[in-house]
């Protein structure tokens, strides 16, 4: 049971180019985020799966683009790289808050599950 | 709009000191409440929750934390400060409808000094 993965760790991109992060949960869980975290300013939501199929936008969607690949994959890309991209990216993953019956799920109930990070300069 | 403060960017205690790092959330409903960990380089790892019924919640590694609707706080607390408790925290509100989202603070980086 891997939790949550995340590639690459790390990326530098020239301003324009475009790449794509990829992030992975293997713990069955419906929900999935995207956020970047910046200095002095903890975690902004970028954009959401709320389950298979669903995605929406969180805090600071713009120029950024993402894709529920199925249960287990949701990706982030940037199509045209900027400096001000340049940042720390989560992925995590959620168990829902109902329909789940096994009690270590109700326990771990509404928690996130982070991965590693990945470090992205845009130069 | 839901919203989480975190007064202090940064603070220093010395190891073995007790330690209160402090969080005011603004929420319209009786809100879900987190507290997160990040250790250098690392993700975040949760120390603690509260949904409802008892308002002081155990976490791990010693911490815990008090729920005080009066005064919309969340404050996490430890006795007694380890070297390897320094870290960035950050305290957290979710909701559990829609797409289940979370908002974060800003965090607050502890150092430990000896």
């Known amino acids: 049971n891997a939790g949550v993965t995340q590639t690459p760790k790390f990326q530098v991109l020239k301003t324009g180019q475009s790449m794509t992060l990829q992030c992975a949960q293997d713990m069955n869980h419906n929900s999935m985020y995207w956020y970047r975290q910046d200095p002095g300013m903890g975690l902004r939501l970028i954009y959401y799966?709320?389950?298979?199929?669903?995605?929406d936008k969180g805090e600071v969607p713009n120029g950024y683009n993402v894709s529920r690949l199925n249960k287990r994959e949701f990706s982030l890309r940037l199509e045209s790289a900027a400096p001000s991209q340049t940042s720390v990216y989560f992925c995590?993953?959620?168990?829902?808050?109902?329909?789940?019956?096994?009690?270590?799920?109700?326990?771990?109930?509404?928690?996130?599950?982070f991965g590693p990070g990945t470090r992205l300069t845009v130069l | 709009a839901q919203s989480v403060t975190q007064p202090d960017i940064h603070i220093t205690v010395s190891e073995g000191a007790s330690l209160e790092l402090r969080c005011n959330y603004s929420?319209?409903?009786?809100?879900?409440l987190f507290w997160y960990v990040q250790s250098p380089g690392q993700g975040l790892q949760l120390l603690l929750k509260?949904?409802?019924?008892?308002?002081l919640v155990q976490g791990i590694k010693g911490f815990e934390a008090e729920f005080k609707r009066s005064q919309s706080s969340f404050n996490l607390r430890k006795p007694s400060v380890h070297w390897s408790d320094a870290a960035e925290y950050f305290c957290?509100?979710?909701?559990?409808?829609?797409?289940?989202?979370?908002?974060f603070g800003a965090g607050t980086r502890l150092f430990v000094k000896a």
């Open positions: 509260y949904f409802s019924g008892d308002t």
């Open positions: 957290a509100v979710g909701d559990a409808w829609g797409g289940f989202k979370t908002i």
């Open positions: 929420y319209g409903a009786t809100p879900y």
């Open positions: 995590a993953s959620r168990v829902p808050p109902s329909g789940t019956s096994r009690p270590e799920s109700r326990n771990q109930r509404d928690e996130q599950f």
């Open positions: 799966s709320a389950s298979e199929g669903t995605t």
